[in-house]
């Protein structure tokens, strides 16, 4: 362990989810050798706070120099041409969600990724509460019987002042969903790995409830309001979806997605019910589960000295002691990179997870636009169980595509050329 080499990464971006990635990296054993922000004054700046020495002026120059995995923390329309090049320069890549902002890119991508035989992840980090992994664990073992019913939400309240306002809010820079692609797009990840079903058809409805808000940005997951003398602009994405599916197997289930609602910081819930157990889990109370039988329900505490193998190994703290989302991302980097190393690790979310969910984006804005039921797009016939086993991604069966490499006649994504990366 000691003598392993230390893997050499850079991070793309300089904003909140940079910040998470750079900690989550070096808690890891990796040693940060590149940065880009928003301008080379910018990416100056950063490198001299977080210690780099080297100053980088583009992503050419970061991609020759020797790295072993790039983070992609910039805005969501930079994200499928800078994940591109890295793998094309033969670079293992940790790309934050959504992987692409359509899914034909984002297929693209997990094609590519798996071509070049590269570990290609998104970070569902949902995945890695360890009381997340008990009840998988227990679903595993047959505990619960056939799932009933499927249901939850994801709730925050960052934009619920009208005067609240961020780069995420432009389709221009973050796509054409942006509750759903941002947020409900962990809540279907999360609840298809651990029920082990998945979703193929849906209908859905969306809503803004804030119809304009100011054309500057502020800061991310931040109430703080911007200039209130800045002009205003037409929102054109969602607040709000709410949707009923049904799932492979027939189970149905429905899910509420919010970025408006009052009080509500980062509320991730999901209930599985199912012939025999039901089973509860609240991303913003998440050192315990609820886990209910007819004749009785209690709750489960995380504890590392007990439950099953995956809940114990990710239970960094004693029982007692808070482990929440910044733990999440931490083990979730570290089993990147032991996956980079050639270790195999369990339930590792990669480029086809990412791409699975841009397809179920495009499912929810055709259904609320069509007023329709809708398929999802690569569903398989038949319960899954997307364990996703660490390695490249993959596309989906029956899912072919063609491949786009940077600097193809093809290549969209104009918006990574030059010296700039914005900060997500």
Not at 325 to 350: H, I, K, M, N
Not at 355 to 383: F, H, T, Y
Request: glycine share 8%; net charge negative; with cysteine.
């Amino acid at each position: 362990m000691a003598n392993r080499p230390r893997l050499r990464v850079a991070i793309f971006g300089g904003g909140m989810i940079a910040n998470v990635h750079r900690r989550s990296a070096l808690l890891a054993g990796a040693q940060l050798v590149a940065v880009l922000d928003r301008s080379p004054s910018d990416s100056a700046r950063l490198a001299e706070l977080w210690g780099v020495d080297q100053v980088y002026t583009d992503a050419d120059q970061v991609l020759a120099s020797g790295i072993d995995v790039l983070h992609v923390c910039t805005p969501n329309a930079t994200h499928a041409g800078y994940a591109k090049k890295a793998l094309a320069a033969g670079v293992h890549v940790i790309c934050e969600k959504p992987l692409a902002v359509t899914s034909r890119e984002a297929d693209q991508l997990t094609e590519l990724a798996s071509a070049r035989g590269l570990v290609a992840a998104v970070p569902f980090v949902y995945r890695f509460h360890p009381l997340v992994r008990e009840i998988r664990a227990r679903r595993m073992a047959g505990s619960f019987g056939p799932w009933w019913l499927i249901h939850g939400s994801y709730l925050q309240d960052w934009l619920a002042s009208p005067s609240a306002s961020n780069w995420r809010v432009d389709p221009a820079e973050a796509g054409a969903s942006r509750a759903f692609a941002d947020i409900g797009s962990h809540w279907c990840d999360l609840v298809e790995w651990v029920a082990g079903e998945r979703i193929v058809e849906l209908v859905a409805d969306t809503a803004t409830a804030i119809p304009r808000r100011p054309a500057t940005s502020g800061p991310t997951f931040s109430n703080s309001l911007t200039s209130a003398s800045a002009p205003l602009a037409e929102v054109k994405t969602e607040d709000i979806v709410n949707m009923a599916f049904r799932t492979a197997s027939g189970v149905p289930g429905s899910l509420t997605v919010s970025q408006v609602s009052p009080g509500r910081k980062n509320r991730l819930w999901f209930e599985l019910d199912g012939a025999t157990g039901s089973a509860v889990f609240d991303q913003e109370n998440p050192e315990t589960i609820w886990l209910g039988q007819e004749a009785e329900s209690r709750l489960l505490t995380r504890d590392p000295g007990h439950g099953s193998p995956e809940a114990r190994r990710l239970s960094a703290l004693p029982s007692g002691h808070v482990q929440g989302w910044a733990a999440c991302f931490e083990s979730f980097v570290a089993d990147v990179y032991a996956t980079v190393r050639g270790e195999q690790v369990e339930g590792l979310p990669t480029f086809a997870d990412g791409a699975r969910a841009a397809r179920i984006v495009d499912a929810v804005l055709k259904s609320a636009q069509e007023r329709a039921w809708v398929k999802v797009a690569g569903s398989e016939p038949g319960p899954a169980d997307p364990s996703s086993q660490a390695s490249a991604g993959s596309v989906p069966a029956g899912a072919p595509v063609r491949l786009e490499v940077p600097g193809s006649a093809s290549q969209s994504n104009s918006q990574t050329e030059g010296t700039s990366v914005a900060s997500d």
